[in-house]
């Protein structure tokens, strides 16, 4: 507050034998008396007479200050926090005040104040007392236009005091301004980044094409001289024409390995020689051969030999002639014909079965599913139907997850987990995400968007939940109704073709309204007033009412109810993983080319209609 005012200007006895004219008052004094007892009487704020004073009851006269005074007072010491009990306003009031006629001097008088501001400052306080919690620390404005709302009516005090002309001005106070500034810049940063990454990623991009065209033509110049040199680096002699070619100034080199080239294989073809008569003839006199194979088989294995060592591995003609006695070997006796034994398959070989017709497993029954237009009960088990024509382009999906953010904060890290796991497995299956479109909308006594409707990938932000206090439902469906149309416009306009879309309403909590949000959620689910209506999928836990969670899904079996034994931080941990598993298996039968969706009830869950 600012410097004290003090409204009783002067406070004096009255005189009992006056011997002159009354003290006379300035204008904007007004002069009341008091007797001993505590009677207090203003008469119209004018002085008493002489003679009236001799013999007057009163005994003290007080001289009011009447006129208005402007003031501006800082609330610092009751400072108002935010919605997230963290971060605070600095609410500043501009008023006036006065003494509200004669009858407010007698009671201003009478209630012993000198200094009125204490009682302005407690009057305000009250008045402004937790009025930050309905308010972000981001919505300043908002808190100031509330505040003077409720300070614009004139207050008139029984100490005979009157308020008017309030006028607040709101603003996040040092921290939090700091805090607001960060987010501001860490907005602008993110902003910016986004906008070099489009530069950044084309020259990523560009630069990744110059290094393919240089190695395809590395891998074709590779091939090319593959090819090439294919029948010349085969043998010796060929890599000693390759090494004349590739050096034309070491001749003498070349050369030189020929010659040392030839007299290995001389040398090499001799001793084998040797060793190959050798043996033969050691074979020959104990009749192991006939004489006449001698020759034929020496040349038989030194020419072997001589190919291994890098010769063509061709001998001279045999210096002597064969034997007289030589004959050639006798052919192999076979064992007769017999019946034909069946052939013996080669190893590895598999013969090609044909799989028997699959059948389900006994005992299981179908789920719900729904088709593009609407939800239908799976066909029974049976034999599979001929697969038809390969489709070009898979329908696209609008899945929606609207979040209760009224819960406490252990419900909504479990939620925010799951989402963030929603997030990474569809960012690591850019197939799951083309054919997904996935927005996040948070639910308390509004309903805001946390993740506008996109293809999900990794450049795509994550849905960050935001507790908040209030629930409506009224408000969430009629927030849902034009944001799906335009959704829906926008995606058919890209050339896709759009199934019905799905949303996921999960809730923890009654709703503020009662029952009045049905008039709202026929509007929105109503196929004949709504082009774009889509399927509601209700998870209730917690608080959640049955009846309302039943009403909320647009069949029976798409309603879904916590156990009521069931802690409410574990049905959310519950909700988290069908929500991430609901979603990328109905993007894995998309991108298979089967657009029928199909819902088993989270863990611990039953159907809301069988828990009625």
Known sequence: MTEPVSLIV????????????TKATEPHLAVVYATASGEVACFEGRPMKPSQQMFSKYRTRYEVDMRAYQRSALLGRNPLVSRDGVHAFEVTVDFAFRVDGWKGAED??????????????????????????RFAIEDSFGLQHHLNQLCAQPVVFQEGLKLYGCQVHVRPDAKSLSHLESLIEAGRREHLGAAEHVPNRGAVVRQIEIETIQQQAQIQATARQADALADTLTTSDGLIRHYLVTH????????????QLEEARAATAELQNQRALGLFQVMAEKGLIQAGDLEHMRRQLTGTVGRATGGDGALPPPATPQLTTARPWDPPQLPPAGPAEPAQAPPGYAPTLV????????????????????FTPRAGAG???????????????????????????????????????????????????????????GMAATTEQR?????????????????????????????LRPLIGQDVTVVKNDGARVLRPLVYFLTGGAPDEGNTWRGDHHDLTDTDRNRAAPHLIALGFGRAETQAVRAVATRPELGFMAAPH???????????????DSVVGYGQRLASGEANFSINPPDGFRRAEDAL
């Open 10 to 21: 002067s406070q004096t006895p009255v005189p009992r034998m006056a011997v002159g004219p």
């Open 383 to 441: 034999p599979a139907a001929p697969p038809g024509p390969p489709t070009t382009t898979a329908p696209t999906a609008l899945i929606y997850l609207v979040v209760d953010e009224s819960l406490d904060r252990a419900c909504l890290d479990e939620l925010q987990r799951g989402l963030d796991a929603l997030h990474s497995a569809l960012s690591a299956a850019p197939h799951l995400s083309r054919v997904l479109r996935l927005g996040v909308l």
């Open 566 to 580: 069931q802690d409410a931080a574990s049905a959310a941990h519950s909700c988290a993983a069908f929500l991430r």
């Open 248 to 259: 034309p100034h070491d001749a003498a080199g070349a050369f030189e390995m020929r010659r």
């Open 108 to 133: 201003f008088v009478r209630s012993g104040l000198r200094d009125p501001l204490p009682v302005v400052h407690g009057h305000l306080v009250s008045l402004f007392h937790g009025a930050g919690q």
């Open 451 to 479: 993740l506008s409707l996109a293809e999900v990938g990794p450049g795509t932000r994550t849905a960050l939940l935001v507790g908040r206090r209030g629930l409506s439902y009224s408000h969430a469906f009629r927030t």
């Open 355 to 374: 799989s028997p017709t699959v059948t389900p497993e006994p005992g299981v029954t179908p789920q719900a599913g729904v088709t593009p237009e609407g």
